[in-house]
């Protein structure tokens, strides 16, 4: 039996609207689910590193009490071990036994006897007076530092496999829309035939059959159903324009999940970047309290270098959350690098390293003074960190004919750039130093990209490592 018009005019619209929402709501689900998962699943690693990084400062609170009290005798100081060792206990015992590779049910058992062995010990002063539980402390923060390291590890591998994710969902929603879009025309085209069709058909019925005209048949109908055709197809349009602004609203509450993830992390490195420099600020001044002999020269020069310390860490976060807008002008590229080179050149004659300035004749670009001397600082000391036994850091740029810019490049003869970091380097949180945040090389890219520029790293193939900048003239060029 032949279909009535209408019904074959909508069906195609029919069949291609059930398709795209039965599609659109199955991602819908998929992506709400996923999204949950991840977001509990960012909070326990975050709560973890926070776990490890609590767990490595009490048994670091642990060895210095005993080092007092191994010198002192006092049993404050003794009590205070014991608090120390009782904390740690706490945050061993919430480490996640998988990822910390066995570690906890190592720490536990230790941590139980040195806190034994402290309630039962004594101790008498002496200069030469070895801390007591020495070596179960200094195995115990070795095994804590390791667990540390594979919780980073662990918040690492979820932030990339969540970026990865986050990047099929947005590929499936744009195929997606490519696929509505296809069916759309095809159905479309279904329709337009049907229509003509079924207009040829009605002419011809006009013509041959004037009677049934005269007797009022209801012959022509397209307009109506055709109203009632594009109705549906708005109808679909909405529906389809419904589902992407859903998924994409899912997509960016995992994007935030991750951000909140990474704010977590970054937390927890810069309370314990502070907690140190505020630690021993606090042991000078208490120690010239119970003296009452007040801060010579030296600790005060000490508590100056802390506080600059927490100063520099403070404006990095800074820098990487709320970077500044720069402020455009034409400087000389040579003035920059010089500028650059005096303020590192202390650090780096004390470790016995020499910094060789290589210019081409003088460049001038439209930049921020202030925000690429920061960058090239920042690559200056990393070089400089790179050579604790000493060296050599060349530092030099010239011109990039083929590209209309200024190629800046800081070489350092260290010992190279391990290859599972390099891919790595730039991305907030990866750092080669024990100590370092990772914010450094994070906030110098964001401040070279931002004047539409490059930087990138590589090692050389008789070892150490090369950081290039390339940035445009824009408005001005070679002098």
Sequence with gaps: MKLPLLWRMILPTIVVSTLLLTVGLGMAVYVYRWNAAVSEQLDD??????????????LRDTRLELEHFAASGESEFRMAAEEAVARALDHARSLDAERSEGIAQRLIPELQELAEHIASSSATTSSDAEPIGGDVVERSLADAVAALRAEREAVTQDSRQNRALAGRV????????????????VAGFGVARGVARSVEELGGAVHSLHDSLIEGDPLIRPPTE???????????????????????????SAARADQLAAVGQLAAGIAHELRNPLTAIKLLVDSALDEST?????????IAEEIQRMQQMLQTFLDFARPPKPAMRQVGVDDLCRQAVEVARPRARRLGIEIELHDDPQVRISADPQQLRQVLLNLLINAIDAQPAGGRIRLRYSTVAAEDAVAIEVVDDGSGI??????????????????????????????????????TAANLPDGGAVFRIVLPFGAVGSA
């Design 45 to 58: 690693r975050v709560a973890a590193v926070l776990a490890a990084e609590e767990l490595v400062l009490a």
């Design 418 to 455: 391990d290859e599972d970091v390099i891919q790595r380097i730039f991305e907030p949180f990866v750092s080669t130093k024990d100590t370092g945040v990772g914010l450094g090389l994070a906030v110098s890219r964001r401040i070279v990209q931002s004047h539409g520029g490059t930087l």
């Design 170 to 185: 947005g590929t499936s929603v744009a195929l997606l829309g490519v696929c509505g879009a296809a069916a759309g025309l």
């Design 294 to 302: 007040g801060l010579d020269e030296r600790e005060l020069g000490v």
């Design 226 to 252: 055709l109203r009632e055709l594009i109705a549906a197809m708005s109808h679909v349009r909405n529906q389809t324009a419904g589902m992407v602004t859903e998924l994409e609203r899912s997509r960016e």
